[in-house]
């Protein structure tokens, strides 16, 4: 590696070594590591070997859970992990080998990457034109993997330049939250007059809130372990269904606290979370991006060993309105069940898009809309169940258009193209001002108007198939999700374009 003094200063600074790390991500002895002697040579006049600087970048195959993946990884002991001491075609082959053998793909990231330094110039005798010549084949292939394989990206230390964006061009991101990712650093930000420390510039609060990173977490122990996890709802690539494991959690299993999970009270909120961990597989439920996009939580969860992406709303954000940044989230992972054929799951309470001057400065009828064609540019099994509210444009966006799919209602549901509040005193303004007492009027129509969208009411028109006992929601989910599995297809989706 960089040296022993170089490998003293990552264990001074609480950081494991890139071999380190990969040791501790793969099963034990798994690792078949690729141009391990590869690095820059420094040889006397007859051409004997004085020294060797390896390579700042380290990959190979390996094994997770007993499934070949490919392992790539930033040495940051030599030059920082920068392009000084990279040889290019390393990180290449690497992302070459996940896309050709159709393998699962994790990249270890600290330092620029393989990206560049101002130092570049002097060591290469020239400055690098970005891309250059070749250069976007590395590009080419870090993004088509998007489409083709998993790919994990840990960020684990200062990342920046290159290394950012391999950070987020990946379907599952982590940091650990000393570890700081930007564009560029302190240094460079500072000449824009903005004097930030690395944490106060691109710290793990700031990144997953913003979306850019998926998850933080205080250990890289914790890293691996959630990376593990993510991978084991996956399939190893699109040509592949994503794994069914042993269950033993009883599909029928009947959870009496669902009964009263919604509240009589419109007006009040409750948690979702433990509705998710009620209806599906024990312990099977893994969120992900829970900073970013509150409105909407998002997660991978098993149905009787079978894998499914879960969206639910959260009324405590915003009622659950979709904002701009929930509809992006919405976007990004509906996208993703199509590409790797996950059935999805809505347990929806959803009001409608944010509304006021803030929503509309963020352009949020134009990020929901184009939620709404992701949604509908799906072809997996989808099944919804509305839970309260669905109200509005974004109440439309409950199940994909021109397609069926299974949508069911607890009694606490109630719907219609605006809430009352605020509707009815713009719709009976005349009826409530001529009122003798116009608030104890609009209380009137208010009850009125409740007992007839009733949801049996919209049940006995069919336009909602079915009202069912909460505590049978369970079982319901387990039929859907054994009722989709032979409708999944295996290969990139044809309708559609999967984004980083």
Known sequence: MGGVDKVKRQHDQGRLTVRE???????TTSFHEIGAVSGTGEYDAHGELRHVTPANCIFGRAKIDGRTVVVVGDDFTVRGGSADASISAKPLMAEEMAHDFRLPIIRIIEGSGGG????????????????????TRWYRFTIENMSQVPVVALGLGSVAGLGAARLAASHYSIMT?????????????????????????????????????????????????????????????????PPTLPCTDDPERVE?????????????????????????????FFEVAASFGKPVIVGLARLEGRAVMVLASDPFHYGGSWTADACQKVVRWVDFAETFHLPVVYLMDCPGFMIGLDAEKSATIRHGVRAMAAVNQ?????????????????????QPADRFSIRYAWPSAYWGSLPLEGGIEAAYRADIDAAEDPAAKQKEIEERLNRLRSPFRSAEKFWVEEIIDPR????????????AEPLRKVGPPANMTTRP
């Open 177 to 241: 939250k000393t570890s700081a990712m930007f564009v560029a650093g302190p240094p460079v930000v500072k000449r824009l007059g903005q004097d930030l420390s690395k944490q106060d510039l691109g710290g793990a609060e700031i990144q997953t809130r913003a979306g850019a990173v998926d998850h933080a977490v205080e250990t890289e122990e914790e890293a691996f372990a959630c990376a593990r996890r993510f991978l084991s709802y996956l399939p190893s690539s699109v040509h592949e269904l």
């Open 256 to 284: 009496e606290t669902l009964m009263k999970a919604v509240p009589r009270s419109r007006r009040q909120v409750y948690k979702m979370r433990p509705i998710i961990e009620a209806v599906v597989d024990k312990g099977s």
């Open 21 to 27: 790390r990969i040791d501790r991500l793969i099963d």
């Open 378 to 398: 799906t072809t997996v099994p989808w099944c919804t169940i509305i839970l309260r509210n669905a109200f509005g444009v974004a109440g439309v966006v409950h």
């Open 116 to 135: 560049g330094s101002v130092k570049t110039i002097e060591t290469k005798g020239a400055a690098n034109l970005p891309g250059g010549i070749g250069g």
């Open 472 to 483: 049978k929601t369970r079982s319901l989910l387990c039929e859907f999700a054994r009722l």
